[in-house]
C-alpha cells in the first residue's frame, strides 16, 4: 500500500473552497486515490475515487497531476456541516486492507 | 440495497469483563468485511480483517480477536477488556474485487471502567 501523507488540519470559512493535497510519491501503476469524509461519532463514508486528471461529483473534484504522485480534493462553496475529517486512501482496487491515517480535520467557521 | 448493521450502540463494560461485538451485512455476498477502533481525536486504526468465512487478518497485537463465523457475519471479541480497550469500534465491508469504496455500520462506543 502507498504512504499518503496529508495536512493534520485546515481551517475555512463558509462560502470558501478548501482544498485538501495528498502526497502518494510511492503510488503504483494499479493504484487509485479514495476519499472519505467522517463526522463525529460516525463511519466514514466515501466521497470520490478517481484514477488520473480529474473526476468531479456532486460533493468534490479530485484533481490528480500526470506524475500521481499527489492528489488534491476540492470542496467548493463549503459550509458549517462540511466540518470533518477527510481522508486520502491510496491502493490496488483488489487490496484487500483498508488502512486509514490520521487524515485532515477541516474546520468551517461562519 | 446493502446495508451494515452494527450493534450495540454503546456499551459500558467493567475491566476485566469479556466483549461481544457483532456486524452483519445484507445484500451482498463475500465481502471483505473490517473491524476498526478510533481513539478520541485520533484516526482510524484497523484491527482485523477478513476475506472469507474463518479467514481472518490481524493488523495489531491486543487483547481483542475476531470471527467470522458466517459469509455476512463478522464479530469483534475480548476475554478480558483493559481500560486501554475504550473507543469507538467501526465495522465496515467493501465488495471484493470492487471499487475501493467501503461501506461503515454505525460504530460502538465502548467504555471500559
Known amino acids: 500500500l502507498a504512504k499518503t501523507t496529508q495536512p493534520i488540519s485546515m481551517d475555512s470559512y463558509e462560502g470558501q473552497e478548501v482544498n485538501i493535497t495528498c502526497s502518494h510519491n510511492?503510488?503504483?501503476?494499479?493504484?487509485?486515490i479514495t476519499w472519505y469524509q467522517q463526522f463525529p461519532s460516525q463511519g466514514p463514508r466515501f466521497i470520490i475515487q478517481?484514477?488520473?486528471t480529474k473526476v468531479t461529483n456532486e460533493v468534490a473534484s479530485l484533481f490528480i497531476p500526470a506524475d500521481r504522485k499527489s492528489s488534491t480534493l476540492s470542496l467548493p462553496r463549503v459550509s458549517l456541516s462540511d466540518t470533518a475529517v477527510y481522508y486520502c486512501l491510496v491502493g490496488d482496487i483488489d487490496d484487500y486492507k483498508l488502512s486509514f491515517g490520521a487524515g485532515t480535520t477541516v474546520t468551517v467557521r461562519a | 440495497s446493502q446495508t451494515i448493521h452494527q450493534w450495540p450502540a454503546t456499551l459500558v463494560q467493567p475491566v476485566g469483563s469479556p466483549l461481544s461485538l457483532e456486524c452483519t451485512v445484507e445484500?451482498?455476498?463475500?465481502?471483505?468485511l473490517y473491524w476498526y477502533r478510533q481513539a478520541a481525536g485520533r484516526g482510524l486504526q484497523l484491527l482485523f480483517y477478513?476475506?472469507?468465512?474463518?479467514?481472518i487478518s490481524s493488523e495489531v497485537p491486543q487483547n481483542l480477536s475476531a470471527s467470522r463465523p458466517q459469509d455476512r457475519q463478522f464479530i469483534l471479541s475480548s476475554k478480558k477488556l483493559l481500560l486501554s480497550d475504550s473507543g469507538f469500534y467501526l465495522c465496515?465491508?467493501?465488495?471484493?474485487?470492487?471499487?475501493?469504496?467501503?461501506?461503515f455500520g454505525q460504530g460502538t462506543r465502548l467504555t471500559v471502567v
Open positions: 477478513s476475506v472469507g468465512i474463518g479467514q
Open positions: 478517481g484514477y488520473k
Open positions: 510511492n503510488i503504483a501503476t494499479n493504484d487509485y
Open positions: 465496515a465491508w467493501k465488495p471484493r474485487g470492487g471499487p475501493r469504496d467501503a461501506f
Open positions: 445484500g451482498t455476498s463475500n465481502p471483505n
